[in-house]
C-alpha cells in the first residue's frame, strides 16, 4: 500500500491493481459508535389537595413509581459527510395513587419511543442538511428559551430522568466563516406528544435564526422569525455579553401580535370556561428572560434568571383558571396546558451548580428555585449526582412547592423525591 501512495505522489504509472488500492485507501471510511444507558429509579409524590384535583379524584396522578428505561444511542457515520443518529427509549413502569383516600390498583405499562432518529448530510464546510426526529435548543437561558416557538422546554426539574423529546423536522445549517450561521427549522408532522395547547391538533411551523458570534465565542446575539400554520408570525432575538471575568449578562425575548393560548373566561352564567381570546386585538405582547450568569474558576456556576410574559395568565386569571377546570374535570387539560412554558406573567429563578465534590472529585449538586411573582407561589429542587465508577452514577433529586391549591407553582403537588442509578456500556 505504501508503495502504491509513493508511485502516485510521483506521477509513475499504477498497475490497474494497484489503482483499485488506492481508490479504497481514498474512499470514505464507515464508522459505527454505541452507547447504552440503563436507567432505574423510584419516585415518590405528597399531593395537595386542592379545588382541581380534589381527592386526586380526577387526575388520579401516581404517589409511587418505579421506572426502568433503556436509552441506546446509535451513530452511524460515512466519513465527516453523512451521519445517522438513532436514539430509542424503552421504558417498564410500574406506579400506584391514592384516589379518593383509597390505594387504587397497581398499574404497569411498557413502552417504546424515539427520542431521536435523524439522518444529516453535510454537503461543505458551509452547507448541511438534516431531516428527520430531532432536538434543536439554542440561547444563553436555562429557565426557558422564549425565541424558540418549536421546542417548550423548561429547566426547573431537569435530573437523569429529564428528556427532551424531539420533532419531525427538516433542518438547514448554513454557515459563513466562524462569525456567522444561519438555521431553517420547520417542523413538518406531529411528533406524538401531547400537544403543547390543550385540545389542538398539530400545527405545522417554520423558524429561521441567524446569528453572529465575535471572535472569542463568548459574546454572541441571534435573530429569529418564524410562523405557524394558525398561530401569528413572531420574531426574537436573543444574546449574551460578558461584563466583567466570569460575568455574564445575557437576554432571550419573542415578539408576537396574540398568542395561540387558553384564557379563562366568564360564561355568563357565574362559571367560567376557556376561550382563546389571545389572538384578538393586533397589540404586540413580548416575552422575555434576562440573566445573570457567574462562572468560577473551580467550574462552579450560579444563575439569576427573571422572565416577564406579557401574554401570560394574571393573578385573576390564574383564580378563574382554577374555577373553571374544578367546574368541569373536561377543562382541567387546558388548565394544565394553556399554551404557555410556565401559568403567569412574571418569575424569578435562582440555579446554582456545584460539580466535582468530595468525595473524589465525583459528586456533582445542582439547587435550583423559581418563584411565581404573580402570585407568590414556589418551587425548589435539588438533585445529586454521584460517578460509583466511570461506568455507574448514583442520583437523587427532592422539589418541594409553597403556594396554595390555586398557586401557579403549587397546585398538584406538595413534595416530590427520586432516587436511582445510571449504568454505561
Known sequence: MMAVLLAALLGAEVAPEGARQLELAAAPALAFRGHLEWLSAGLGADLREGPVNPANRVLALPQLTAISELRPELRLEYGNQLTALLRPRLALQVERARVGGAWAAERSSASAEWIEAYASWRVDDSLTLSGGRQSFQWGPAELVSPSNRIFHTSGLYRDP???????????????AGRQWSAVLLAEVAPSGEAPFVADQPFESKAQVKVEYSGEGGDRYLGLTAGAGQRSRAWFGEYGTVPLVAGLTAYLDALHTVGRLAWYPVEDGAGGATFAQRGLEGRRLRTMVLGGLRYGFAGGADARLEYLFDEAGWDRSDLTLASRAAAADPRLVGRYLAPGFELPGRR???????????????????????????TDGSGAAFATVSHAATDAVVAFASVAATYGNGLGALSALARSMATAGLIVNW
Open 161 to 175: 430522568l429529564y428528556l427532551v423529546r424531539g420533532k419531525q423536522l427538516a433542518r438547514v445549517n448554513v454557515s
Open 347 to 373: 418569575f424569578a429563578y435562582l440555579s446554582v451548580l456545584l460539580p466535582d465534590l468530595p468525595p473524589g472529585k465525583r459528586t456533582t449538586v445542582q439547587l435550583r428555585s423559581l418563584r411565581s411573582l
